[in-house]
């Protein structure tokens, strides 16, 4: 763990080729909902890479009050690579989005996890030393919570996700710990952006569409699942609104 005074020798900034961006931010972890989020605004941009990702600015028709979407970033290392540099752009709040596998029997593929508490197995968080057990920010998961179960089409669940830098060594002993924990499902990046965004002080709030199953201690995809494709077509809609 990382002493909390201990001070980097490099710090994210902006170049004089980096755009302002936005305070208002989506960073979303596939390229295929990358996509789909980008078809909700009346106009999407892109403004310029960030490491392996690309900046989109949208606009809405009316007040022209931008957005960022950011994307795509998998796995905490990277996630947190682009939120660092997302912030020394300007952006304070960031809503991530993505996809975990399922550890409970009635958390179904297609419904939506809200994170409210995580379980870090990723090597990321321990670089950012914060005083208290990492969390969403309230405001944003209130709004994330009101928005998407005002859609009676989206099952929504609140609870705590386990993530990993594993996906392959998600073991059958592991899934049974979390699994009596009540975590409710498994992910690659939150806990350390939760824990990256408390450490440089901005809002930061995730949700996750389940698309796998290891509920019952066998693997079962759902990326071709009907209600997975469903809920990802409808939650751009009910995102876009958040800002």
Request: charged share 25%; hydrophobic share 45%.
């Amino acid at each position: 763990m990382e002493k909390a005074g201990s001070k980097a020798l490099i710090d994210p900034a902006r170049s004089k080729k980096d755009i302002a961006l936005p305070a208002d931010a989506f960073l979303v972890f596939t390229p295929e909902d990358m996509t789909l989020m980008k078809a909700k605004w009346a106009s999407c941009r892109r403004a310029q890479r960030l490491f392996l990702s690309d900046v989109f600015l949208c606009l809405d028709d009316g007040p022209p009050v931008a957005v960022a979407l950011v994307g795509p970033a998998i796995g905490a290392p990277q996630a947190v690579l682009v939120l660092e540099k997302m912030i020394a752009l300007g952006a304070r709040r960031v809503i991530a989005y993505g996809w975990c596998g399922s550890l409970q029997p009635h958390v179904f593929i297609g419904h939506v996890v809200l994170p409210e508490a995580v379980h870090s197995e990723e090597g990321t968080s321990a670089h950012y030393p914060i005083p208290e057990a990492p969390s969403p920010s309230p405001d944003l998961l209130r709004r994330l919570e009101a928005a998407l179960k005002s859609d009676a089409h989206l099952t929504v669940h609140k609870g705590s996700v386990w993530s990993t830098d594993a996906p392959y060594r998600e073991t059958e002993e592991k899934v049974l710990f979390y699994q009596q924990k009540g975590v409710l499902g498994v992910d690659m990046e939150m806990s350390a952006l939760f824990t990256a965004a408390a450490f440089r002080g901005i809002d930061l709030a995730g949700v996750l569409v389940v698309s796998d199953d290891l509920s019952h201690l066998t693997w079962r995809h759902g990326f071709r699942d009907p209600q997975f494709q469903e809920t990802r077509k409808r939650l751009p809609e009910r995102l876009r609104r958040l800002f």
